[in-house]
């Protein structure tokens, strides 16, 4: 999914082809793309109104149009955005088509259907984006963005240290700071040398420093290079470099950059986490936790290929051999027991449906 710089490269192409055009209609082929109107009632609000910006915030696009509204744009897995000519071939994958009024289409594509375009005001008061005068901001549950001068370091330790968490979750997670996904986790993790299931409360001082540095300088080189061109993400202006240039993210097997052992991928919540557990060791306190976090997943065994380990493993973890084997074996040991609890369960529903 496009994280702070692919989102920040299609708001800087658009910018210069779509503000000061003036929107005369829209079509939507598919309705769930739009969060809260239906489809005429989206076109008939957005006609006439000028587009004077086209922003970002978190992850999402925020096109600001005349006379107090806005659009926000999230792209969500496959969502590309195009401006052509109103006669230019158009594929079933457009979801959405803003007409303009000299002849051009800002054009929306999204193969899976997950993106979604918001229509909101902006409060008059607040500056906010609201879904109606009065009502909550769209973007107040989302924390500050990392790029921002306004955002030091002292702001950082102060979100951070209120945090109990480890840190590829923690980075994830949108409401600690906004645009950070899955690729520049793994890299900023890795460039500050930090383990991704260290907690938060281990961090020392010059922790936190190196890896406030390290968001900051990943997420901005990023931006220069227009992106990281994984999956369907595409530009205006066409894709970027940013890929060549990541030093763990997708690279398991491949020799860490800094110390030539393989990197590593582990599963986090769902995600696959890339690293080098020689650079980013994990401190004896957080390992039994780590490992446990590890297990207790879905398939949570112990699995090792060609350069890899995945879901916990003694390389994976820092643990010795003994330590791995005991928590496999606890781990086998919580299945064993969830499977009996669903079997008795099983048991107990048939006999009360008889
Ligand atoms: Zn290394």
Redesign the pocket.
Known sequence: MPELPEVETVARDLRPRIVGATIVGARCTWARTLRSHDPVTFGEIVSGHRIEDVGRRAKQLVITLSDGLALTIHLKMTGQLFVVSAGAPEDPYVRLVLELADGREMRFRDIRKFGKVGLYERDAVTGELVAEAGGAAVFAGVGPEPLDEAFTVRDFRRRIRARKGRLKPLLLDQSFMAGVGNIYADEAL?SARLHPLRTARTLHPGDERRLFDAIRSILGEAVERRGSSVDDYTAPDGDGSMREHLQVYQRTGE???????P?RRIIVGARSTHF?????RLSAADRKGAAAVLLTMKGGTIRRGRGWTEIGGDGALGLTAEEASRAAAACRAERTRRAAATRRAAARASIGAG
């Open positions: 890795w020799p860490c950059p800094r110390c030539g052992r990197i080098c557990s020689w650079c980013q």
